[in-house]
Nanobody, 122 residues
Framework: QVPLVESGGGLVQAGGSLRLSCAAS????????MGWFRQALGDEREFVAG????????YYADSVKGRFTISRDSAKNMMYLQMNSLKPEDTAIYYC???????????????WGQGTQVTVSS
């Protein structure tokens, strides 16, 4: 059973917004750092954003800084990615990830969701 389930992807015009959600099922990830990766067609997976287990520290790829915001609600075992000012180059499958440390989340996270498609039209 995949412990992380993403939702909220879809088709949006450039300049628009989407909010991705990640639900932890089957176990709690309250003590885990979490984050988001993405993979565009023909490209490798790349780190997008990460958040520490308490939510006090956040990290972003340069390409999304100032446009995306990561957050988490430990009481609900949920994590979110608010994406604003979307660009066509943001088109990708977005994956929710988790691991014991933020360093692992940024580099090689252990737990992965199955992904949700985000498509930004020009």
């Amino acid at each position: 059973q995949v412990p992380l389930v993403e939702s909220g992807g879809g088709l949006v015009q450039a300049g628009g917004s989407l909010r991705l959600s990640c639900a932890a099922s089957g176990r709690t990830f309250n003590n885990y750092a979490m984050g988001w990766f993405r993979q565009a067609l023909g490209d490798e997976r790349e780190f997008v954003a990460g958040i520490s287990w308490r939510g006090g520290s956040t990290y972003y790829a340069d390409s999304v800084k100032g446009r995306f915001t990561i957050s988490r609600d430990s009481a609900k075992n949920m994590m979110y990615l608010q994406m604003n000012s979307l660009k066509p180059e943001d088109t990708a499958i977005y994956y929710c990830v988790a691991d014991e440390s933020i360093r692992a989340v940024v580099a090689t996270p252990h737990y992965w969701g199955q992904g949700t498609q985000v498509t930004v039209s020009s």
